[in-house]
């Protein structure tokens, strides 16, 4: 469905039976993340939050709670811009088969933006920071902020719309030391598209022209995430999922977007920053206070009867995770274009998307070695790891398939075929001293870390244990030891102190492991603060091990040993205690999530998610 505005999908999804509108005045402070939060693990609608205490805007939020919802969402423009996207990923079909092309071509033709003389139009009014739904997310938040932001600036080198760059880069709109109405601050990494034409402005000793834009049609949200071809612009990808072209104009030197709810301009000026955060983070974990780009505001603008987007991060799965699988689904098979020999990769979103991959690779030739053992595959992992935001994993399991099947989305059958086949003494690399992602805070330093590439292949080696073994039973006790899945168990230690100390007791168990005798079955031993929960679900699992460790200093082996420079161990033991320099999970508020049960009583707007 072609939407012109915001509005309009919330009619329609309203129509239709994906959208609840919450008519009780809703407190901005931590109330509206935590009704969002319940409703969305419940499954539910999109929320349309019609009285924000202390605004006059409405806001909305689950917009893409579901991959089914999202799907819907686009429903009459799916099928074309998937076909666009795999001609962007292999052209030559559409020099064989040029008619069957055609309306491939004109959809994106009608995609091109479209420039309006009007600077602004009618309707928008401008309005102050202060005017807005200022929506604080978790109890430790700096302030509140906004988490569904289309973040524009053009190439200082080569101004204009086709040279743009639309981000989604989080915005600190209050909290700290940030003048109210006057300053916001900017998330993001120097190697993003905003990074780049911030470096060109800082050279040339120009203020960075940046311009926010909230709401507008669905499509132009997505764009601001999409992962895109070199060539394709987000706004032409906008026009093209929304099936209506990207509408903007000038006024005072910013872009305005005119189907964007709302609209805020300012200037970066080199070199000046303002401490940014704490945020509770996609990862489960606060992103502490650093400095960041302070962006001093020029103008806000908003529409008549404006509606505020928003979306709550927090540990895994949340809304997020169904644009990362949009993602997956339009883009195809990009991948396979971009690294050969690539099958599929998978950013495990368990485990907070960056800090774990799974790929399955090819091995295509053979050494004349009398084993088969991981050979093109190592190549590709160094493929993988040098590729765009995949490089910011620290943990990347990799394989290739023969007889036997493999999905990197079945996450344990996945693990299961890597440990079978595993050889601990060959097939664990490292890479040491160098980044990983700026909110992962279980390295040495900001974006310092490590990373292993643990790639396994060729014939099955060991049946793994599906119970805790006998020896780890002795060793720490049967309550303190539990089956996390076959080959995997969780050892509950004591709490984290320091690495000095920490060495000494992982080296001695190490060592009362290896005198009961070898445990083949069980490869992956993981040292935790709480077994239970630790092997209570996969999910846990993952989140807790992957997010808690820093490969090159938390990985620990039972007779442990170095040839020629590699290291080799008969069990690998992951230290995923927290530590100290750990950032802090996410905790609700106790308090606030009693009081957000008044919107769930019987005659309420939440009833039916009781």
Known sequence: MSYSN???????????????????????????????????????PA???????????????????????????????????QNVMTLRNDPIQALKNPLTHINTGLAAWKALPMKKSESLPTGFQEINISDLPLIQHWPMDGGAFITLPQVYTEDPDKPGIMNSNLGMYRVQLSGNDYEMNKEVGLHYQIHRGIGIHQDKANKQGVPLKVSIFIGGPPAHTLSAVMPLPEGLSEMTFAGLLGGRRFRYSYAEGHCISLDADFVITGEIHPGETKPEGPFGDHLGYYSLTHPFPLMKVHKVYAKTDAIWPFTVVGRPPQEDTAFGELIHQLTGDAIKQEIPGVKEV??????????????????????????????????????????GQLSLAKYLFITAEEQQPVDTHHEVDFITYILERIDLHRDIHFYTNTTIDTLDYSGTGLNSGSKVVIAAYGDVKRELCTEVPETLKQLIGGGQAHLVMPGVVALQGSAFIDYANEQLYIQQLCEAIQAKGAIPSCP?????????????????????????????KDIYGVNSYYENKHWACDNMIIDARIKPHHAPPLIADPTVEQNIERFFAQGASLAPFK
């Open 524 to 552: 992956m031993i993981i040292l935790c603060d709480d077994s239970p929960f630790m092997s209570a679900t996969i999910n846990n699992f993952l989140w807790a091990t992957f997010t808690r460790s820093n490969p090159a």
């Open 346 to 387: 998978h950013a495990v979103d368990a485990a907070g998307v960056h800090p774990l991959l799974f790929a399955i690779g090819s091995e295509r030739y053979t050494p004349y070695q009398s084993v088969k053992q991981p050979t093109e595959i190592l190549t590709i992992a160094n493929r993988i790891l040098g590729t």
């Open 6 to 44: 915001l509005e309009d999908c919330i009619i329609d999804l309203e129509k239709n039976g994906h959208l609840i509108r919450i008519q009780e005045e809703v407190d901005p402070y931590l109330e509206m993340a935590a009704i969002h939060m319940k409703v969305y693990e419940a499954g539910g």
């Open 47 to 81: 929320l349309l939050f019609e009285n924000v205490k202390g605004s006059k805007f409405r806001a909305v939020s689950n917009l893409f709670g579901t991959i089914e919802r999202s799907k819907f969402i686009f429903r009459d423009t799916w099928e074309a811009v």
